[in-house]
């Protein structure tokens, strides 16, 4: 069943169609709040605002917002954990933390209110993606530290949603659960999602055909080829949702029937698009580092947090007849860049030529290592159905050469049978650097 067509919900009509010259009023007003909190109560934020010689007084526009300094997630280590805090930590209610694979992790908190906030902005999220009160949400996400599960689970109760607070792993009692439970609503990483239906087709339980209509997928990098994948094999709308822990969590942007970019919810968020290398802004509409400043959030203020991901943004009017601007598709963060020999590569932009390829699985890693002096990347594909060694050759010189010509690196391809990959249990491992093991 398609959302197309259907007239638009709204889970906060009166904001979510705010006329842009009311709503930077609103941004404005809230900024030099979030701007005075900041300096008066976190000592990091006030040491840094006096380095660059500007006080929360000197914002009497958007635009000023560029005199301010920027957060980086160093930040964050090195206030571990509670440094960065604007409230007392007996005023904190809830903490998470990022997943933190090297160095500490990253530890962010909320009050009651932001809490509050939190499930509104979800609530809206989910109405934005499709979802209606009554629709039961399959939650895939993880539960725990990480910020997806409970993020969502708060927000679409909030909504009016059934709410099946799965959490990730056990995917075979997943799958009977979906259907057991008629799930509309399938809330995942986009690799697990993936996991999710191809377990599902070897249990012979097609998903497709089942009670699911919409799939709501972020956390992680993916393609518009990775989306039609996941909407043909689900049978399901798949929309794209965008957040961090370092801002708020999920819930930050999201996309609505439309799918021309996610929403980014501009009444408690400022976004603004920096060239990374010169810290300048970009012209609207041209891609580069998305910088967030939190509007409403108490526990912790981030101002001008540099997210490192790799995005754009236009104002154009959406057909929704929402007014906040639009993120187009996040294509990968700047520290997953890949440099192989001086070429500046995504794996994202790897997965899209890979799924256009007819025979590939969606199912790849990226290994790389140094040969000698030179940096040498091996591309691990899975074929679709069991193949045998000749063509398994010839998809894998295919693999080769559609690299070499669209990106212009070359690589060695290797072709594995369905099922040798490792699976995503919920953010995808998609490149194995070598290089930087030291090995
Ligand atoms: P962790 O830091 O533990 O990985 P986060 O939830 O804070 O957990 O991760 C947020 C990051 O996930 C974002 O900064 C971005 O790089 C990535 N991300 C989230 N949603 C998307 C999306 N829709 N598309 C691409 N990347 C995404
Ligand atoms: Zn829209």
């Not at 949603?161 to 659960?177: A, D, F, H």
């Not at 041209?286 to 959030?297: A, C, H, R």
Request: hydrophobic share 35%; charged share 25%.
């Amino acid at each position: 069943m398609s959302a197309v067509g259907a007239a638009p919900f709204y889970f906060a009509p009166e904001i979510e169609r705010l006329d842009r010259s009311a709503l930077r009023r609103l941004q404005l007003e809230r900024l030099k709040e979030t701007l005075g909190r900041a300096y008066t109560c976190v000592p990091h934020h006030r040491q840094a605002f006096d380095r660059a010689g500007v006080r929360p007084e000197d914002l009497t526009s958007l635009e000023d917002i560029t005199r301010f300094p920027f957060t980086v997630k160093t930040d964050l280590r090195d206030n571990y954990p509670f440094g960065l805090f604007a409230v007392p930590r007996e005023q904190v209610v809830r903490l998470h933390a990022s997943s933190g694979t090297t160095g500490r992790p990253t530890v962010v908190g909320y009050t009651a209110d932001d809490l509050e906030t939190w499930a509104g902005l979800i609530a809206r999220s989910l109405a934005c993606a499709g979802g209606r009160p009554g629709d039961v949400m399959h939650n895939a996400l993880g539960y725990g530290l990480f910020t997806g599960g409970l993020g969502f689970h708060y927000g679409a109760e909030r909504l009016g949603c059934t709410v099946v607070p799965m959490s990730g792993g056990q995917t075979e009692k997943q799958i009977r659960l979906i259907c057991d439970f008629g799930a509309t609503i399938l809330n995942a990483t986009p690799s697990y999602a993936l996991n999710l239906v191809e377990t599902a087709e070897r249990m012979g339980v097609d998903l497709a055909s089942g009670s699911l209509r919409i799939g709501v997928f972020g956390a992680e990098p993916w393609s518009e080829t990775m989306r039609g994948e996941l909407d043909r094999r689900l049978g399901i709308r798949s929309i794209d949702s965008y957040g961090l822990s370092e801002v708020m969590g999920p819930g930050v942007a999201m996309e609505c029937s439309q799918r021309n970019g996610m929403h980014g919810w501009e009444d408690h968020f400022l976004f603004e698009v920096i060239n990374p290398e010169t810290l300048e802004p970009v012209p609207m509409g041209q891609p580069g580092e998305l910088v967030i400043t939190t509007l409403t959030k108490q526990a912790l203020p981030m101002v001008r947090y540099r997210t490192r991901d790799i995005s754009m943004i236009t104002e154009e009017p959406c057909s929704c007849g929402r007014t906040h601007l639009r993120i187009l598709r996040v294509t990968g963060r700047n520290d997953d860049m890949l440099i192989i020999r001086g070429v500046n590569v995504y794996p994202s932009q790897i997965e899209s030529i890979l799924l256009g390829l007819p025979g590939i699985a969606p199912h790849y890693q990226l290994i790389l290592s140094r040969q000698g002096w030179l940096d040498h990347l091996t591309v691990e594909v899975e074929t679709d159905s069991p193949s045998s060694e000749e063509d398994r050759a010839r998809l894998a010189n295919q693999v080769r050469h559609h690299i070499k010509s669209t990106i212009g690196v070359s690589c060695e391809a290797l072709v594995r049978l369905p099922g040798q990959l490792p699976r995503s249990e919920g953010k995808a491992v998609r490149v194995r650097d070598l290089r930087k093991e030291g090995a």
